[in-house]
């Protein structure tokens, strides 16, 4: 079945520059995600990429898509102690009864 | 904003009981989706629907079953609790196509 990891944990300076990783095995994805999951709280989505893009900017975040090797990043500019959180990358595609395959999660400390 | 609400926060059940938790969303979406989250391993699809009164199991769906009579509602069904069913319980919503869940808050389910 549908395999997507991530390395457990990253730890960044405030102001410095996150990058979170992930590889995905299907390779019928149509989008991928990014969420984000603050303490005690549910899942939020962060950003989505289409298959056929390469890159894709939202404010402080850059999703980056290697389709070839299967390799997603988001890239989080001028990390702040507010982006401490847990990080999932997900895959899948948009047909009835999709669904989609998460990654176990990265979780993000931001240090002073 | 479409509003996953997930009726308890926490609850504490004995061995053996009946448990009931209960997904509401107010966007008319197709899909309903239940995961797990336990630490590790990321989350883990118990069952989904994409239409009212339809279900399709998900990765880990023994223990479990659910009940969709209406499509702004998706119950998940713990038949006879056990302390390995403690986790949290994360219920979801997509439309068709789908771009991206919408996740409830979430339920933490003690099973002692």
């Known amino acids: 079945g549908e395999d997507v990891e991530q390395s457990l944990f990253l730890s960044v300076r405030e102001g410095d520059s996150s990058v979170i990783n992930c590889t995905y095995t299907?390779?019928?994805?149509?989008?991928l995600y990014w969420y984000k999951q603050e303490p005690g709280a549910g899942l939020q989505l962060l950003t989505y990429?289409?298959?056929?893009?390469d890159m894709k900017q939202d404010q402080r975040l850059t999703v980056l898509l290697n389709k070839k090797d299967k390799h997603l990043s988001l890239r989080i500019a001028d990390t702040q102690t507010g982006d401490s959180a847990i990080y999932f990358c997900?895959?899948?595609?948009?047909?009835?009864?999709?669904?989609?395959?998460f990654g176990t999660g990265t979780r993000l400390q931001v240090t002073l | 904003d479409v509003k996953v609400t997930q009726s308890s926060r926490y609850l504490v059940k004995r061995t053996g009981e009946k448990v009931f938790l209960e997904c509401v969303q107010d966007m008319d979406h197709e899909n309903m989706f239940w995961y797990r989250q336990d630490p590790g391993l990321g989350l883990r699809l118990i069952y989904f629907s994409y239409d009212v009164k339809m279900k399709e199991k998900g990765d880990i769906p023994e223990g479990y079953s659910v009940s969709r009579e209406k499509k702004e509602r998706f119950s998940l069904i713990l038949e006879s609790a056990s302390t390995n069913q403690t986790s949290m319980y994360l219920c979801?919503?997509?439309?068709?196509?789908?771009?991206?869940?919408?996740f409830g808050s979430g339920t933490r389910l003690t099973v002692v």
């Open positions: 979801a919503s997509s439309a068709t196509p789908n771009y991206g869940y919408t």
């Open positions: 990429i289409f298959s056929n893009m």
């Open positions: 997900a895959e899948g595609n948009t047909g009835t009864a999709s669904k989609l395959t």
């Open positions: 299907d390779s019928s994805s149509t989008y």
